[in-house]
């Protein structure tokens, strides 16, 4: 038996198959159509950032035009609000042409009658003033006397007054309070009180007595009153002192 002789056997490739029966082939990598098409989407993209960069700079970024007018336009400011003008708390402090005689207070005026004494009091509130008794010196024949609160209303305090006025009297009888009819605008209200009364002297003889307090409100809240009393022996002639000096206190309002 001859030997045949032909083409030696491969020994098979790792991994199961071999080549092929001839042998195996080797081709050069194709070359990727995709290349071209990247550089020019590179270009373009790097013109568009660009272009883009040239727009913020001229258009400041980005922002409104809005919040830039234009030289010619006209800006109005946003309103701020409604300005609040707060309501006075007290009484402006002038002197008018019917604040005459001696001031109270608060713009508060009252003219003393003739014959009519300051009190030797000086410690006593508001203005004291007294009538002393013909040639009796050191005795009264009665008293004026006008003082301020803001703690009580016009009402409140000429019924507080009537009430410490004759706490040392004997025979008190007071009358019914009234609202009185205030002469000015500038007063919101004005009450009225009389009352009679025995006062006791130094010798111990009651003397019957006739007095009045009015209080007159203001529109700050600040009340003022009128505490005034004679000797009823003399009420009749000298009552009418007593009306002026209460009137003046009412004048000075205007």
């Given at each position: 038996m001859s030997q045949q002789y032909g083409a030696p056997q491969q020994p098979p490739a790792q991994g199961g198959w071999g080549p092929g029966p001839a042998g195996p082939q080797f081709r050069s990598p194709a070359k990727s159509s995709k290349t071209p098409w990247i550089v020019m989407g590179g270009a373009v993209l790097a013109v568009l950032l660009i272009a883009v960069g040239v727009v913020l700079l001229t258009t400041g970024g980005g922002k409104d035009d809005s919040a830039a007018p234009a030289p010619d336009d006209k800006v109005t400011p946003d309103p701020i609000g409604t300005m609040y003008t707060p309501e006075p708390t007290e009484a402006p402090k002038t002197k008018g042409p019917n604040d005459v005689g001696v001031e109270v207070g608060?713009?508060?005026?009252?003219?003393?009658?003739?014959?009519?004494?300051?009190?030797?009091?000086?410690?006593?509130?508001?203005?004291?003033?007294?009538?002393?008794?013909?040639?009796?010196?050191?005795?009264?024949?009665?008293?004026?006397?006008?003082?301020?609160?803001?703690?009580?209303?016009?009402?409140?305090?000429?019924?507080?007054?009537?009430d410490i006025e004759s706490n040392g009297f004997k025979n008190?009888?007071?009358?019914?309070?009234?609202?009185?009819?205030?002469?000015?605008?500038?007063?919101?209200?004005?009450?009225?009180?009389?009352?009679?009364?025995?006062?006791?002297?130094k010798s111990g003889k009651l003397l019957p007595f006739k007095g009045f307090v009015t209080a007159y409100e203001d529109q700050f809240g600040q009340v003022t009153a009128t505490d005034a009393g004679?000797?009823?022996?003399?009420?009749?002639?000298?009552?009418?002192?007593?009306?002026?000096?209460?009137?003046?206190?009412?004048?000075?309002?205007?």
């Open positions: 608060k713009g508060v005026w009252f003219t003393p009658a003739k014959g009519w004494l300051q009190g030797p009091d000086k410690t006593v509130s508001g203005q004291y003033w007294i009538l002393q008794e013909f040639n009796k010196r050191g005795l009264i024949d009665g008293y004026f006397w006008v003082r301020q609160t803001k703690l009580y209303d016009a009402k409140a305090f000429a019924e507080h007054l009537v008190v009888r007071i009358g019914k309070g009234v609202v009185v009819e205030c002469a000015t605008e500038a007063l919101k209200a004005c009450y009225s009180i009389d009352y009679t009364a025995d006062v006791p002297s004679l000797e009823s022996r003399v009420y009749d002639r000298r009552v009418n002192e007593l009306k002026a000096m209460n009137n003046s206190v009412v004048k000075s309002y205007s």
